[in-house]
C-alpha cells in the first residue's frame, strides 16, 4: 500500500530505488515512487509521493524534495526528468488533463488501496438496487495537504424520492413475508447470518477501509481501522440479537387470559453521519435497524463521501449473493438539502442524526411536527475529574488519549479537566510534558499520534476558541498555535492545546470540536465518617461531602451530557458518581478515558446531547476499570 500501482502511470517496470532516485531496468528510467515492488526508503519508513513538475507530497524524515527528486535518509537529490519518460507520463490517462492532474497526489499514491476498494477518481454516490447520482459533485479533499482525492456525485430531489421508495419496498421483503417467487421468508436468525457475511467481507478489507478513513477523514490509521471494527463488533453482536429479540408474557387481570409483548419493525431506518467517524455510527444504526427487520437509507457527511460507497460496494455485494434487494441498504449521498428531505419524509420512521446541537435541534423539530421518531446524538463537551487517590498514570494517559486522539474530533472528546488541589501541580506538570511528546503529522505516518483537523473551518474555529480563552482571562499553558510550516503547510494541523480556566467562563460552557483541554482546579477538605453496622467505623474521602457534590455541580453545570469520568479509588465515590445524585451524563465511567466506548451498551447522551441511544443495550452504561491496565476498545494502540 501506499504507491501508485503499476498500470497507475502506464509504467509496467518493477524498480528498486538508487540513492539518486533512479533505476535503470529494459531501458526505462523510473522516478522514485512509482514503483509498487522494492522500495527504499530512509527515515521513517515513508515513501515519497511525486507529481510531475511540481512540489513533492511525500516526505522522509520530515524532508520534501522540490521537482521530481528522492528523499533518503533525509536528504534531497532533485533530477531532470528524461523526456521519454516525461512524454509517458503525461501521456497516461490520469494526467492528460491539468484536471487529473490533481488525483496524482492523493488518489494515485494509494491507487492500490482504491483499487481492491473499486473507488474510482469519479463515482456515483446514490445507490437504490442501482448505481445512481446526476446531483453536484462533492469532493472528497485530504486534510494533509487539502487536495482532491475523488469525487462523488450526488443525489438530485428525484432520485432520492425513488432511492426512499426503493428502500421502503426492500423492507417489506426484508421483514418476515412470504413470497414464493422471490424469497420464502426472512426470519431474524437468517437476517443475522446476512449480516455476519457483511461482517466477515467488512473484516477482508479492514485494513483498507480503515486507511481511507484515515486519508480522508484525517485521523491516525489504528483509529481509522478501530473505526471498522466497530462496524464489524456491532454486527456480530447483532447476529447473537438475531437469536434473542425476545418479548414477554404479561399476566392479565382477565381469567383465561393472557399478555403477549413483541417487537416488530418499524419500516425504513434513515441515518445522517458526521465526518469524525464516517463509517462506525453509520454501523452502530444500520446494523440493529437491519437485524430487527429494518432498512436503512444512508446520507453521509458531505465531506467524507469515499467511505460510504466503499462500504455500500460491499454490503451490495453480500445482499446480490443472498438474492436480497440491494435497496435494503440505500445510500444518497448529498448536503443539507438531502438531510432537509429524511427529516421531513414521512415515509422515514426513525431517523438517526449525528451532528451539532443547533442542527439537531432543528433535524428533531421536523422530525417530531410529522410524528415521526429521532436518535439525536449531539454535542459532548465531556469532562474526567481526577482525585487525589486517584491512579495518576491511569489517569494521565486518559486524558491524554482522551483529549488528542482523533485531533480532538471525537463526540467523546475530553473538553475539560477538574484536577484535585492535592495532585494539582504534579499531574499538570506531567500532563504538558506528555504533550510535547506527541507527534504531530500525516495520520497514515507510523508513529503520529494526532493528525489533521478536517477542515480550514475548524482550524479558524480553534484559533478562535485560543483567543477566547485568553480574552476572558484564562490562559495557554501549552500549545494555541497553528502549524503552517515545513510539512503542515497545505494542511489543517495545530497544536494540541492545554488551558487554565474556571468553570465559570464561557469559553467552558461551549464546545469547540478541536484538540483544547481546559484544566480547573477543585478542593476537597472535609472527611466525613459514618458508622458500619458490621464493623468498624469507616472514613470516605469523597462520600457525602459538599465539596464532592460542588465539583459535580461544576461537572453538570454544562447544557451537554454525552460522556463523563471520575479517577479514584474510593468506593464511595464511585457509587455516588455513577448514581442519581452523581453524573447526569448519558455515558458514566470510572477510571477509564471519556471516550473509546463499546458497542454492548448503549451510546448517547443527556440533555443537548438529544437522549437518543445507538449502538447496544438501550439502557445507562456504567463502566468500572478495577485492573489499573487501559486497554482501548476496538484494539486501538495509542502510544
Given amino acids: 500500500d501506499g504507491l501508485p500501482g503499476e498500470a497507475a502511470l502506464g509504467v509496467a517496470d518493477h524498480v528498486a ?7 535503470s531496468q529494459e531501458g526505462v528510467a523510473r522516478p522514485q515512487g512509482l514503483g509498487d515492488g522494492d522500495r527504499r526508503v530512509g527515515g521513517d519508513g515513508r515513501e515519497g509521493a511525486v507529481e510531475a513538475g511540481g512540489e513533492s507530497q511525500g516526505f522522509c524524515g520530515g524532508h520534501g524534495a522540490v521537482g521530481v527528486g528522492a ?9 531532470s526528468l528524461p523526456s521519454t519518460m516525461l512524454r509517458s507520463l503525461l501521456s497516461s490517462p490520469l494526467v492528460r488533463t491539468q484536471r487529473n492532474l490533481r488525483f496524482l497526489s492523493n488518489f494515485v499514491r494509494y491507487k492500490d488501496t482504491f483499487d481492491r476498494l473499486n473507488i474510482k477518481e469519479h463515482n456515483h454516490g446514490v445507490f437504490n438496487g442501482k448505481w445512481a447520482g446526476t446531483g453536484p459533485v462533492l469532493h472528497s479533499v485530504s486534510p494533509v495537504n487539502n487536495e482532491l482525492i475523488a469525487e462523488v456525485t450526488t443525489a438530485t ?7 426512499i421508495a426503493e428502500a421502503r419496498k426492500a423492507q417489506i421483503v426484508w421483514r418476515e413475508v412470504s413470497d ?15 449480516l455476519f457475511d457483511i461482517r466477515t467481507r467488512l473484516h477482508a478489507h479492514r485494513h483498507d477501509l480503515g486507511t481511507l478513513v484515515a486519508l480522508e477523514m484525517g485521523k491516525i490509521l489504528p483509529e481509522g481501522v478501530g473505526e471498522i471494527q466497530e462496524y464489524i463488533d456491532i454486527l456480530d453482536y447483532s447476529l447473537g440479537l438475531s437469536r434473542s429479540l425476545n418479548g414477554q408474557i404479561i399476566p392479565s387481570e382477565r381469567p383465561g387470559h393472557i399478555m403477549l409483548e413483541t417487537w416488530n419493525p418499524l419500516g425504513l431506518v434513515g441515518v445522517i453521519s458526521a465526518f469524525n467517524f464516517p463509517v462506525a455510527v453509520y454501523g452502530w444504526n444500520a446494523a440493529i435497524a437491519m437485524v430487527t ?6 446520507k453521509p457527511a458531505p465531506t467524507t463521501p469515499l467511505a460510504s460507497v466503499a462500504v455500500q460496494l460491499i454490503q451490495q455485494e453480500v445482499l446480490e449473493q443472498h438474492g436480497l434487494p440491494t435497496a435494503i441498504c440505500s445510500l444518497a449521498n448529498g448536503g443539507a438539502d438531502v438531510g432537509q428531505t429524511l427529516a421531513e419524509d414521512r415515509r422515514v420512521d426513525l431517523l438517526s442524526f449525528t451532528g451539532s446541537t443547533p442542527v439537531g435541534r432543528r433535524v428533531g423539530t421536523v422530525v417530531q411536527e410529522r410524528f415521526g421518531k429521532s436518535i439525536l446524538e449531539l454535542g459532548g463537551n465531556n469532562a474526567i475529574i481526577v482525585n487525589e487517590d486517584a491512579d495518576l498514570d491511569l489517569a494521565l494517559r ?3 488519549f482522551a483529549a488528542v486522539g482523533t485531533a480532538g474530533q471525537r463526540c467523546t472528546t475530553t473538553r475539560r479537566l477538574f484536577l484535585h488541589e492535592k495532585i494539582h501541580d504534579q499531574f499538570m506538570k506531567s500532563l504538558v510534558a506528555a504533550y510535547k511528546q506527541v507527534k504531530i503529522g500525516d495520520p497514515l505516518q507510523s508513529g503520529v499520534l494526532c493528525g489533521p483537523l478536517h477542515t480550514k473551518a475548524a482550524v479558524d474555529a480553534y484559533s478562535k476558541g485560543v483567543e477566547d480563552v485568553k480574552a476572558q482571562g484564562g490562559e495557554v499553558l501549552y500549545g494555541g498555535k497553528v502549524l503552517t510550516e515545513g510539512e503542515y503547510a497545505k494542511g489543517n494541523f495545530v497544536m494540541p492545546t492545554i488551558t487554565k480556566v474556571n468553570s465559570a467562563m464561557d469559553v467552558v460552557k461551549h464546545e469547540v470540536f478541536v484538540p483544547i483541554l481546559h484544566t480547573m482546579k477543585f478542593k476537597i477538605e472535609k472527611l466525613q465518617s459514618y458508622a458500619n453496622p458490621i464493623g468498624p467505623t469507616l472514613t470516605s474521602r469523597f462520600h457525602h461531602t459538599q465539596d464532592f457534590d460542588e465539583v459535580i455541580a461544576q461537572h453538570n453545570s454544562v447544557s451537554q451530557g454525552l460522556s463523563s469520568s471520575l479517577f479514584t479509588r474510593d468506593a464511595g465515590a464511585m457509587f455516588k458518581w455513577i448514581g442519581p445524585a452523581g453524573s447526569d451524563c448519558g455515558i458514566v465511567n470510572v477510571n477509564i ?25 438501550d439502557s445507562w452504561k456504567h463502566t468500572i476499570n478495577y485492573s489499573g491496565q487501559l486497554p482501548l476498545a476496538q484494539g486501538i494502540v495509542f502510544a
Avoid at 180 to 194: D, E, L, N, S, Y
Avoid at 593 to 617: L, Q, V
Fill in 17 to 23: 530505488l538508487r540513492e539518486d532516485g533512479l533505476q
Fill in 71 to 79: 528523499v533518503c535518509g533525509g536528504a534531497t537529490s532533485p533530477f
Fill in 157 to 163: 430531489p428525484k432520485e432520492l424520492d425513488e432511492t
Fill in 180 to 194: 414464493p417467487p422471490h424469497i420464502a421468508m426472512v426470519p431474524a436468525p437468517k437476517r443475522g447470518q446476512v
Fill in 293 to 298: 427487520g429494518n432498512s436503512v437509507i444512508w
Fill in 398 to 400: 486518559s486524558v491524554v
Fill in 593 to 617: 478515558p471519556t471516550n473509546g466506548a463499546e458497542i454492548g451498551g448503549a451510546f448517547g447522551g443527556e440533555k443537548e446531547t438529544g437522549g437518543g441511544r445507538e449502538s447496544g443495550s
